[in-house]
């Protein structure tokens, strides 16, 4: 009797072929079936649209302004799907503000020193940020302030990016700014003189015998290097453990923040950023050298952003404890995508993930050491002193017991 060639049986090659057929008709059943979600969603969508436009052409009685009212009712409509997404950071910019989109950010060599974003309450212009040593400072400028007039003219009228541009100006130049005040019933109206000064990200000292603290309130291009100077004059001090504090650092620049990061940590992964259809997030890593020291890190409710990257990641990877309270969860980045016709939409458009790959937008980075501060010593935080910083204390027993000095 003769033997049956070597090779796949015909039996094996009938079950390949049909597990294919199974796998090819579950990956097209999932492949139509999101499409007919997104048909069905979008025909929900036009559908409504098109039968409020319908019944506002029947019984709508008052006049709809020939010139602009279309354009009013188009900017109406993506107005509210961009709210409608439930993302307090993403926006739509009307054609006005966004005419000047190349000058979005402030030059702080000419300008008066603060991180503006847009306000969508008010159509202001909020203060994300003040700079340290910064005219608006100086002036009395505050985070959290909403500009509502530059010289006189409202920023609704001029448009965001407009009013943005016009807070830089010639050095020494002055500008009067109208601006709204939790808190304040009335406006306020502050003259700020624009002039060029050193932004001071880092401010430091030596708290006791051998523990370091280092404030980083924002990261900027600077702050790398005034992060590295900091910390060898507190070494050359006989600093052995450092205080890192985050707290209401609002963020600033990624790339800032991870080479701080960087000089901090150990090798190995600092963040990922995954964009929408991503099959793997873009991974930054940190190299071999890092800091020798015994390392605690402080933040709180208004700690940010990148921030978070930062204490999230040393959280992570065991490089320091985290003290203080649940950060603020902004764990997403937003970008502007321009329309045809002149205007945008502010958007977020990819997510931040920690070492361990946790998503922190909305949760936060939950602290090892949960301390809070009260209302009182919150709104004095820049005049409070380190015995009564109920955080800054826990963090200084956590540090000398781990240098086995308490």
Do not use: W
Request: hydrophobic residues 40%.
């Amino acid at each position: 009797m003769k033997k049956a060639p070597k090779g796949i049986r015909y039996g094996t090659m009938f079950f390949i072929l049909v597990t294919a057929v199974i796998l090819t008709v579950i990956a097209t059943y999932f492949y139509v079936s999101s499409k007919v979600d997104n048909l069905g969603r979008n025909q929900q969508i036009y559908a409504k649209l098109n039968k409020v436009n319908d019944l506002i052409n029947k019984n709508y009685i008052l006049p709809i302004d020939p010139v602009y009212g279309n354009d009013l009712i188009l900017d109406g409509i993506v107005e509210g799907y961009i709210d409608g997404l439930g993302d307090e950071y993403s926006y739509y910019l009307d054609e006005t503000n966004y005419r000047l989109s190349s000058n979005v950010a402030e030059s702080s060599s000419v300008g008066i020193g603060i991180r503006p974003a847009y306000d969508k309450n008010s159509g202001g212009v909020l203060v994300d940020f003040v700079k340290q040593n910064s005219p608006a400072q100086t002036s009395g400028i505050e985070t959290g302030d909403v500009i509502v007039s530059v010289n006189g003219t409202d920023v609704t009228e001029l448009g965001y990016r407009n009013a943005v541009a016009a807070l830089s100006g010639a050095e020494g130049s002055e500008i009067v700014l109208t601006l709204t005040r939790e808190g304040e019933a009335a406006p306020l109206t502050l003259s700020v003189t624009r002039a060029v000064f050193d932004p001071e990200t880092v401010q430091y000292r030596l708290l006791e015998s051998g523990i370091g603290y280092l404030f980083i309130n924002e990261f900027d291009v600077s702050t790398v290097s005034e992060f590295s100077a900091a910390v060898e004059t507190l070494r050359s001090a006989g600093a052995r453990g450092l205080i890192l504090d985050l707290r209401f650092n609002a963020g600033g620049d990624l790339s800032s923040a991870l080479d701080v990061l960087d000089k901090v940590m150990p090798a190995g992964i600092m963040c990922s950023v995954k964009e929408l259809g991503e099959e793997n997030p873009t991974a930054y890593y940190s190299d071999e050298a890092h800091l020798s020291e015994k390392i605690v890190v402080l933040q709180n409710f208004a700690t940010s952003d990148v921030a978070e990257i930062f204490t999230g990641a040393l959280k992570d990877t065991q490089t320091a404890s985290v003290v203080g309270d649940i950060s603020r969860g902004k764990g997403v980045g937003q970008r502007d995508i321009p329309l045809s016709d002149g205007t945008a939409i502010h958007i977020s458009t990819y997510e931040y993930i920690t070492p361990n790959g946790a998503q922190f937008n909305e949760a936060g980075i939950t602290p090892d050491v949960n301390v809070a501060l009260s209302e009182e010593k919150i709104s004095g935080f820049l005049t409070l002193t380190a015995a009564d910083d109920d955080q800054l204390q826990a963090a200084l027993q956590l540090l000398r017991t781990q240098l086995g000095t308490s």
